[in-house]
């Protein structure tokens, strides 16, 4: 039986014609084996793999995609804004992005890519994420994940296989598990039965995987047992045909969010897998996407970020213009204040989460699940103050305010909603009473290059990823920052004094979350130790409290590494703000914010929006 690909009744007009899907290589085929017959192959390069540095990729990216206020601008925000409002791929940015070479980023240096750490690539992708969320997941950053579980444990012929599909301008696809608090993009699930012969029969239907009708390949967890912890495997479907059964790529679905991305259906009957189809062992689906899934905790958030970067600076224009000095309302400056240094926190988190999958990717497990935790909320938080400040402007649908609604529609479609949230507290809860028991007060600080960003990084290597980490990285650099501050100020550390001396006193209050958070912790009972107490209220109140005291520590940690720079960053005014808002989202006492904080951060974000410069710790250079 011949593989057949259908088009189901229905499908939208506007979707891209259906080809036969590239299988897999047949069974025992050597590294440099060719695909079987593939009717739909694998288009050329068409940019080379220059090995450049990130700031030279970053600046190329932001400088090709141009100024995004520009409303002649084929890959500005109106460009960008008329596609999502017509639910149309942005074809020509697509295709420059495919010109500009992105697809060498999400490939290993060592396969013929560019990936050497992940900070780096945030770096890379930010300029592109700034501008529209969909693009981002659509283009490319899907295909990095989906390729991640091959990185990380894919053999030889896979990797090779995997790196070729990417480089020569295809697409591949991921196709998660079904998860009991799931989104529409978790429900279903595929079943791949041993066939008697050797090798798999998989059966099933996902209503929505994104880019279904156009990947090349599909990494998909698929149950092979009953419940428990072996129970999914992963198989690589593609870049070949498989010997037999029905691949039905189906209608497109229309989400709320990512509008401008294609999510459609699929739906597999008695497609035939070789035994090589499986990435890394049989049974081993759950813990390589506890392994792999670290990347996108960390980078996802890392990235998007930089869409709320540009409400912010939409919000700063809203509050100064039309005023002679410059300065926002006196209403308007402790809200953009305050969000930039939100704003400088959650990338504080999500930079250190990142460089740690280099530095320490045998602990960064904790750590990537609470940024992924956090930084949603946060992030909402951000774009309902800045709506305040927008005002009647966050309905605009023109190149200046337009991306506001778009980006709070995108923001959950985007893996930022209860399900990456129910994800995470699952890999968080279970940890916390073997943290409050044997880690925290008693380990040592992790080294000083976490906390530096831009700093050069061991290249990174998936296979070090782990998902049996028992530690965190942050509690002790939040214990050390506190008594190196408390022993600086001296005696006049306290509510009435400067900058330093408040900073010392919120790092204090943070210790002293951690010493009740060791207490109630510790007292969970065993029950509260398993994946099931992981939707206890008590744990996930805990869990909550946690991650955000994790947050602080990512910003000490950050502040003090700024030292000797040069940098404004040296300045504490910024983490006395930081630490005061999110010590204020815990409910703790925090003291009066010093005079000329809010001034000086204030000062800062308008300076950077006059001169263009990027609203994260790097201050890079923007197009428009």
């Not at 609604?405 to 009473?433: E, F, I, M, S, Y």
Request: overall charge negative; proline content about 7%; hydrophobic content about 45%.
């Amino acid at each position: 039986m011949t593989t057949v690909v259908t088009e189901a009744a229905g499908a939208a007009p506007d979707a891209a014609p259906r080809v036969p899907l590239p299988g897999p290589p047949a069974p025992g085929a050597g590294p440099a084996a060719s695909p079987a017959v593939p009717t739909a192959p694998v288009r050329e390069t068409r940019a080379p793999v220059r090995d450049i540095s990130e700031l030279e990729r970053a600046a190329r990216l932001e400088v090709l995609l141009g100024d995004p206020y520009d409303p002649l601008n084929p890959h500005g925000h109106l460009a960008l804004l008329r596609a999502d409002e017509a639910r149309e791929v942005p074809e020509a940015t697509e295709a420059l992005l495919a010109e500009a070479g992105l697809a060498a980023e999400f490939v290993p240096r060592e396969l013929g890519g560019r990936l050497t750490d992940l900070e780096e690539l945030a770096r890379v992708l930010r300029p592109l994420f700034r501008r529209d969320l969909a693009l981002g997941f659509g283009f490319g950053i899907t295909s990095l994940f989906a390729a991640s579980t091959v990185w990380t444990a894919g053999d030889v012929h896979q990797r090779g296989e995997m790196a070729r599909v990417l480089l020569g301008g295809g697409r591949v696809t991921i196709v998660h598990r079904e998860l009991a608090h799931a989104n529409t993009v978790l429900r279903d699930e595929f079943t791949a039965r041993p066939a008697p012969g050797g090798g798999f029969v998989v059966d099933g239907r996902k209503a929505v995987v994104i880019n279904a009708d156009r990947a090349d390949t599909f990494i998909m967890y698929a149950r092979t047992a009953e419940d428990g912890p072996g129970s999914h495997s992963v198989l690589m479907l593609g870049p070949g045909a498989p010997a037999s059964g029905e691949v039905r790529r189906l209608a497109r679905v229309e989400l709320p969010g990512m509008r401008g991305a294609r999510f459609a259906g699929l739906e597999l009957a008695g497609v035939a897998l070789p035994d090589g189809a499986v990435v890394g062992a049989r049974g081993e689906g759950v813990s390589l996407a506890l392994r792999s899934f670290q990347i996108s905790h960390c980078l996802v958030p890392g990235t998007v970020l930089a869409g709320v970067d540009s409400v912010l600076r939409q919000a700063v224009r809203a509050a100064t213009e039309s005023r002679p000095d410059g300065q926002p309302a006196r209403r308007w400056r402790k809200v953009l204040a305050g969000v930039f240094a939100d704003l400088l926190a959650c990338d504080s988190m999500a930079v250190t989460g990142l460089r740690a999958l280099s530095l320490l990717p045998e602990d960064a497990y904790l750590l990537a699940a609470a940024v992924k935790y956090t930084m949603p909320d946060m992030l909402r938080e951000n774009l309902e103050e800045l709506a305040t400040v927008l005002g009647a402007r966050g309905y605009d649908r023109g190149p200046v305010y337009g991306g506001f609604q778009k980006l709070v529609r995108d923001l959950p479609v985007a893996g930022l909603g209860h399900a990456g949230t129910a994800v995470c507290q699952a890999v968080l809860v279970p940890q916390l009473p073997v943290l409050a028991r044997t880690a925290w007060f008693r380990t040592g600080e992790p080294p000083a290059e976490l906390f530096h960003p831009g700093a050069p990084l061991p290249p990174f290597d998936h296979r070090r990823l782990a998902h049996s980490g028992r530690d965190d990285l942050l509690t002790a650099t939040l214990i050390g920052v506190a008594g190196r501050l408390g022993a600086a100020a001296g005696a006049g550390r306290g509510p009435g004094g400067g900058p330093r001396e408040v900073l010392a006193a919120l790092a204090e209050t943070f210790v002293g979350e951690l010493r009740v958070l060791r207490s109630r912790c510790a007292a969970l009972d065993d029950a509260g130790n398993s994946a099931g107490a992981a939707f206890n209220p008590q744990a996930c109140a805990l869990a909550d409290r946690y991650a955000l005291v994790m947050a602080a520590a990512a910003v000490l940690g950050v502040w003090e590494g700024q030292a000797g720079t040069g940098s404004w960053l040296e300045d504490p005014a910024w983490a006395v703000l930081a630490l005061s808002r999110i010590g204020r989202r815990l409910g703790a006492a925090v003291p009066d914010l010093p005079d000329g904080v809010v001034e000086s951060v204030l000062e800062e974000v308008l300076g950077r929006c006059r001169e263009g410069l990027s609203l994260d710790l790097y201050g890079t250079r923007l197009a428009g």
